[in-house]
């Protein structure tokens, strides 16, 4: 295991599978850091030499990744939720927001959505209390004066 | 976060769709709402502080322009369906 920049990474992995550990990096950003720093495609982490690393880690520290992308995402929905979008909305309540259906199916959206908006949260974080929250803080938003 | 982008999906070449209120200044400076069936419009640095009233079908909500607004459009805030609540029909 490989202590990098606040993450453990499986040391037997390739360079680029074991990249996308980290939160904000994908299978597409790992092969571009991979090209970009000339590591070979096969290459494992426990390979690499202290050189490389330090590149390596030279060039996430430079990316947005980990806490600062979760904050910056945290923040973009706190911003929507403030001025009182459908959108801020939607996530307050923890329904979909891109217009899917709620009838069925949005279970992936009720587990996910909005959670940083919870983070203050006093009542006991069930489906039913969500909505109920929902439901009292969009009335507000509309007399936001 | 870029307030600009966040409508893009008009071309930019055309610039933004918004519309032009007679009363906007009047709305500005002594707060008397706008009603507007315009939800398209986009919200614009000259109309910050005004109040609109913006049609959702069936009634008009009150909106209060703020800077962080500019770039989304005014039907955005005015929300067009009735929150799902849940009343336990007492049909025995």
């Known amino acids: 295991m490989l202590h990098l920049l606040g993450v453990n990474l499986p040391d037997q992995k390739v360079v680029s599978v074991a990249l996308t550990y980290f939160y904000g990096i994908g299978p597409l950003t790992a092969r571009k850091i991979c090209s970009r720093l000339s590591f070979h495609k096969e290459c494992k ?36 939720r403030q001025i009182g979008t459908y959108v801020g909305k939607r996530h307050a309540m923890g ?11 949005s279970v992936t959206a009720k587990k996910l959505n909005g959670k940083m908006l919870r983070k203050y949260s006093t009542v006991a974080d069930t489906a039913f209390t969500r909505q109920a929250m929902g439901m009292f803080q969009s009335p507000l938003s509309k007399h936001q004066n | 976060m870029l307030p600009s982008l966040v409508a893009c999906s008009r071309s930019v070449w055309k610039g933004p769709y918004f519309v032009h209120f ?13 009603k507007t069936m315009a939800r398209a419009c986009t919200i614009m640095p000259h109309m ?10 069936k009634e ?23 929150a799902f609540t849940y009343r336990l029909t007492k049909n025995k």
């Open chain 2, 48 to 57: 910050i502080g005004a109040r609109f009233m913006v049609h959702n079908g």
């Open chain 2, 22 to 34: 007679a009363n906007l200044k009047e709305s500005i400076a002594s707060g008397t709402p706008i």
């Open chain 1, 45 to 80: 982490l426990s390979e690499l030499t202290e050189g490389q690393l330090n590149q390596l880690s030279g060039v996430l520290s430079e990316m947005t990744i980990e806490n600062d992308l979760k904050r910056q995402v945290a923040a973009n929905v706190q911003h929507l």
């Open chain 1, 95 to 105: 329904l979909p927001v891109h217009g899917q259906r709620t009838r069925g199916n």
């Open chain 2, 60 to 82: 008009y909500l009150p909106v209060r322009v703020t800077e962080e607004m500019i770039g989304r459009k005014l039907g955005e805030f005015s929300h067009t369906r009735k």
